[in-house]
């Protein structure tokens, strides 16, 4: 059926009217009469093949497929060699090298097309699910101009459906069960097309005249996980978690949530992200936070799938709700870069350990005052950090939840620092 249904001409391509309606970037190259290499990025099933053969199509050009999953450098020898041939045959044809999952390709396999497609030989087009800003070569990159493709609207989905029914290469449909159809789909018309052509060949044999939708939930099943685990838009989807956490709306941390775990996420994974994100946002704001991670990630353990998951559930709306501070992330990150740059400075003779005679005679610890028997339980006054280095004041405490309870602290300890006469202080941003 997909092939049925391929579009012949540009005008019947059904959807990416972003960069092939009338004024835009690829429509402008296919009429220019001029190919030139580009590279589709795009989820599956929104036309990256269909569009590469439309431009071969186009400008009467020899197209030569190579699958980066199957194929390796003898394919690119191969393709460099037919080629030449069609360069240098009578008839003087160009030649288009389609490169479909061109992100797996390594590097040496990537470089192999650089010479050839600077000379002009051939027309590279490489299509990728993944950012191409990753897994492309820079030097490949550089020569290839990117075109964003976008999942197909419902309008698009449903518009494929009704050519199907027009070719009349499946029976009428309810139409409840086509919008149950084109959610399935989730933007791929590959996967809506390898669909139809199933319910098609069963209706056949259970001689339907309609598709219902009860019977579509029969047939279908359980539903089709919306995403790769291992993909871009894993990783995007995990970021709008963090990102909801963060900005304290537990409504959206939840719908992310599930859509990840819907979606096959594992959940040992989700619950070391939720371990992370108290870490990172909540801190020392609440430090309960990261102890009722922890006990998410053991509960999900004793429990599995799906009883675990309300653990999950549980910690991700706590995180939300909780006060956020990211000022403990942002006190080591500075201590890292400082230690980076800084020289290696010697421990302080008084902060020393001295397990041995010797030790003590070099005068290692001497001077040492124990916080426990000063008052307080602050040694007022002393300095921890190496001679010469000036107070670095990595931590800053914010105002909000356990924090302004630790940056009231730090301020009287300061000020008895200061009585004490030392020359450091505890400079905070609060």
């Known amino acids: 059926m997909a092939e049925r249904l391929r579009p012949r001409t540009l005008g ?46 186009a400008f009467d050009a020899q197209f030569i497929s190579i699958s980066a999953v199957l194929g390796g450098v003898k394919d690119i020898r191969e ?15 160009r030649t288009i090298v389609f490169v479909d999952e061109v992100h797996r390709f390594n590097k040496s396999q990537q470089d192999a097309f650089l010479p050839h497609v600077e000379s002009g030989l051939f027309t590279f087009i490489g299509a990728t699910t993944e950012n191409p800003s990753f897994e492309v070569n820079s030097a490949l990159l550089s020569r290839a101009a990117v075109y964003v493709l976008q999942p197909l609207s419902e309008q698009d989905l449903k518009q494929i459906v009704a050519l199907a029914q027009a070719e009349k290469a499946l029976p009428a449909i309810e139409d409840v069960a086509i919008d149950r159809l084109v959610a399935y789909a989730d933007g791929d018309a590959r996967r809506l ?33 919306r995403y790769d685990k291992g993909g871009e838009q894993f990783y995007d989807t995990i970021s709008a978690l963090h990102k909801s956490v963060r900005g304290s709306d ?14 096959g996420a594992d959940p040992r994974y989700m619950a070391r992200r939720l371990v992370r994100m108290a870490s990172e946002d909540i801190g020392l704001a609440d430090p309960r936070a990261l102890r009722l991670a922890l006990d998410a990630t053991e509960v999900y353990e004793r429990l599995g799938t799906p009883e675990g998951e309300l653990a999950l559930a549980e910690c991700v709306v706590y995180l939300a709700v ?22 290696t400075r010697p421990v302080p003779m008084h902060l020393r350990n001295a397990p041995t005679k010797l030790m003590k005679q070099l005068d290692y610890g001497k001077g040492y005052r124990y916080a426990h028997d000063e008052e307080g339980g602050f040694a007022a006054g002393e300095s921890y950090l190496p001679e010469g280095m000036p107070d670095p004041a990595f931590y800053q405490p914010v105002e909000r939840g356990l924090e302004i309870k630790i940056a009231q602290k730090m301020r009287g300890l300061r000020e008895r620092n200061a009585s004490a006469g030392q020359g450091g202080d505890f400079d905070e941003e609060s």
């Not at 009338?22 to 099933?45: D, Q």
């Not at 537990?250 to 979606?263: C, E, I, Q, S, T």
Request: charged content about 25%; proline content about 5%.
């Open 250 to 263: 537990p409504d959206a941390a939840l719908y992310w949530l599930v859509r990840m775990l819907d979606g």
């Open 79 to 93: 393709a460099v060699e037919r080629a030449e041939a069609a360069r240098d045959g009578l008839m003087q044809q």
């Open 322 to 343: 909780a006060p956020k501070s990211n000022a403990v992330y942002k006190a080591y990150n500075a201590a890292r870069a400082w230690v980076k740059q800084d020289g």
């Open 12 to 57: 019947e391509v059904i959807g990416q009217q972003h960069v092939l309606g009338p004024g835009m970037p690829l429509r402008l190259a296919f009429e220019s009469g001029r190919p030139h290499s580009c590279i589709l990025w795009g989820p599956p099933g929104v036309g990256k093949t269909t569009i590469a053969r439309l431009m071969a199509d």
């Open 193 to 225: 097309l390898n669909t139809l052509e199933t319910l098609a060949m069963a209706a056949t044999q259970e001689k339907l005249d309609e598709i219902t939708d009860a019977w579509l939930l029969k047939v279908l099943g359980e539903r089709m996980r």
